[in-house]
RNA sequence: GCGCCCGUAGCUCAGGGGAUAGAGCAGCGGUCUUCUAAACCGCUGGUCGGUGGUUCGAAUCCACCCGGGCGCGCCA
């Protein structure tokens, strides 16, 4: 038995023969699952073919299951522990032999990476997640993007795709701006009371900053102590002005990347707004706000980069057209509701512009990686604020002649918090926000990121930080990393216990024979429970990755973590009878490092003792 | 008004055509001399927002309605 697509092997054996039984092209067949059992009464999978063909063959499916399952018995033999016999309104179910799980156990024990998944169809898949601006520290639905990506990407990979984490700086707005008026706001006091000079004219520049002295604080002090250890002369002119900007932004990206690293996003390119108007640093950053984003108007013509490229793209393809002084994208052609403006009259580019030249951008390198001739994919994880920016920007791509599913958007649903029974506002004019270093220090980050991966992405998610603190022992994070630990601790014990290092290699228990494990009592029903949970785990990789659900496999190791401490409690592993003992051992070897991949796609870690 | 998301146990949420709808928390009562009690066992708790439809089969798909959230800028 191949662990990893054992149910997909099962699904074209019965295909053929219901092919050749029916008398019907394989191709013609309806579609139908094999899919893992609801229950352990229903053995390990079930077939609902037999319904399935209820209509086409105009019959009943009780006598089509008959037929099939006599046809089935035959072909399957030895791999099934009971023949196969219609249930319910025609569903076959099948029981497998328990000679499959002991070679199940024996693949995951020995195999270099037993959940590996050969993705029938690889493809090349660019992730961009989080892409806050870089004007404040990140948020707690930052985190949750960041969650959601980071362990979208392991999964993905894990499903036999090739992922690149990709974040998108948007340094290159008005916001920027408010931004350093904001942090010189907040310093113009100290750079004065350290002895710098700055004129009445100079320091009025940062009374209307738009940002709450929190949200800058961090930054602002960091800036100000770059200040004092750089300067050649204290004296805040005109001019500075540019680098407090700057300084601030380059600095805030700096915070929100450690907070990243700490919360295990790991992204293998920042790509800032800026080099949308001069790409490869053809111009550096100071150059580009002055020459591009401070001016009142700009002509698009001048700009060196991909964001005039892009605009030519689209007025090549004549998707474009002027009104009111305007140039506008004919977006209304691929779906959007009405048509958008990408140039203003002023001539500076829409974030709408931006963005699709960001994409094609992102999309000429996969298509310059991808040598396979799979079609790559994006996928963008969204802030739940953006959703009607979903439409434009798949509409712009289309217009500039990518194909439909060129990208795929997800959106990170709202987080809102209560404490005991009372809901926090938050707001980031306000300041009043919780940020996600707040969060990881309150709650660490295992926890944190198993919240909010056990959710669906799109949907609401309110976080009782009452719960997440005080109560954090009964927490589910804990749950299955505490079956994790508790393995960890058997293994421990016995080696105490007179087995020898050697003995308790994977490889040596993956020669165990596992028949012990399958006896007629509470033990034996909870062992064959727990091999038959271990046979579904990559296809929930699999599901996880395809339905971009991570909270499948959040649940998948909270459930099998429920089936681990019962039996834990119930049954002694090193028992003294030593043939049962090892059996049990390679099942906990077998559920140990299957726990620990499965944590660590969700990016928890499996600690060995709690 | 148009579009998207959501409505499932007291609370927070899974399940998104399949069999008797699940988990955590909260509540009640038990369990450490035995590999970690961050655990286990038992009990309590549901017209899956409503009404119609499609289907052998609907919490799941479709239509309409009710309720909650968000989006509809030459902002990002």
């Excluded at 002895?195 to 800036?223: L, M, N, P, Q």
């Excluded at 300067?231 to 680098?243: D, H, P």
């Excluded at 009104?323 to 994208?329: K, T």
Aim: hydrophobic share 40%.
């Amino acid at each position: 038995m191949s662990l990893k697509n054992y149910a997909l092997q099962l699904k074209r054996r019965i295909a053929a023969v219901a092919a050749i039984h029916f008398e019907i092209a394989a191709a013609e067949l309806p579609a139908f699952e094999v899919s893992p059992s609801s229950e352990a009464r229903f053995g390990h999978f079930a077939c609902n073919l037999a319904m399935q063909l209820a209509r086409p063959l105009k019959r009943n499916p009780r006598q089509i299951a008959e037929e099939l399952a006599e046809r089935l018995n035959i072909e399957l033999g030895e791999e099934l522990a009971a023949p196969l016999a219609p249930v319910g309104q025609g569903f076959l179910n099948l029981h497998l032999s328990e000679h499959l799980f002991g070679e199940a156990v024996n693949e995951v024990l020995t195999g270099a990476s037993p959940f590996q998944w050969q993705a029938e169809k690889p493809q090349q898949i660019n992730l961009e997640y989080v892409s806050a601006n870089p004007t404040g520290p990140l948020l707690v639905v930052n985190g949750r993007a960041a969650a959601l990506g980071s362990a979208l990407a392991s999964i993905l990979k894990a499903a036999g795709h090739s992922v690149t984490q990709e974040y998108f700086v948007n340094d290159a707005g008005t916001q920027v701006i408010e931004f350093g008026k904001s942090v010189f706001r907040e310093n113009r006091d100290r750079y004065r009371e350290a002895g710098w000079e700055i004129s009445d004219e100079v320091y009025a520049w940062g009374d209307d900053g738009g940002y709450a002295a929190k949200t800058v604080a961090e930054v602002s002090e960091s800036v100000f102590q770059l200040r004092e250890e750089t300067a050649c002369e204290k004296k805040y002119t005109r001019s500075a002005q540019l680098f407090e900007i700057t300084d601030s932004v380059i600095a805030q990206l700096e915070f929100q990347r450690a907070s990243l690293g700490r919360f295990g996003a790991d992204f293998q390119r920042f790509y800032s707004e800026h080099l949308l108007y001069a790409p490869d640093s053809r111009l550096p950053y100071q150059d580009v706000l002055t020459s591009y984003i401070f001016p009142e108007m700009l002509d698009i013509e001048q700009v060196p980069g991909p964001i005039r490229d892009a605009w030519h793209t689209l007025k090549e393809h004549g998707s474009t057209f002027e009104a009111d002084g305007a140039i506008w994208l004919r977006t209304t052609e691929y779906g959007d509701d009405k048509d958008r403006v990408i140039i203003r009259s002023n001539g500076k580019p829409t974030y709408l512009l931006a963005d699709i030249a960001y994409h094609l951008n992102k999309w000429e390198r996969l298509e310059n990686k991808d040598d396979s001739g799979d079609a790559p994919l994006m996928i963008d994880i969204w802030g739940p604020d953006h959703y009607g920016h979903i439409l434009p920007t798949r509409a712009g791509l289309m217009a500039a002649g990518l194909p439909e599913e060129a990208l795929e958007v997800l959106i990170a649903g709202w987080v809102t918090f209560k404490q005991g029974e009372k809901v926090v506002a938050m707001s980031k004019r306000k300041g009043n926000l919780i940020t996600l270093d707040d969060l990881m220090d309150e709650v660490g980050v295992d926890v944190a990121r198993f919240l909010f991966l056990e959710r669906s992405p799109e949907a609401e998610l309110e976080f009782d930080l009452e719960m997440a603190t005080e109560q954090s022992s009964e927490n589910p994070a804990y749950y299955v990393q505490y079956a994790h630990a508790r393995i960890c601790s058997i293994f421990s014990k016995a080696l105490e216990e007179g087995y020898s290092e050697e003995q308790l290699i994977s490889t040596e228990l993956s020669k165990i024979d596992m028949a012990p494990l399958f006896t007629e009592d509470d033990a034996g029903r909870r062992q064959a429970e727990l091999l038959r949970q271990l046979i579904y785990y990559p296809g929930v990789i699999q599901s996880a990755a395809r339905g971009r659900a991570p909270q499948r496999l959040a649940h998948y190791l909270h459930h099998l973590a429920g089936e681990f401490h019962p039996w834990y409690k119930m049954v002694k592993v090193l028992v003294d009878d030593r043939e049962t003992a090892l059996a049990r051992l390679a099942l906990c070897a077998a559920l140990r490092k299957l726990i620990t991949h499965g944590l660590g796609l969700l990016g928890l870690n499996a600690p060995e003792s709690m």
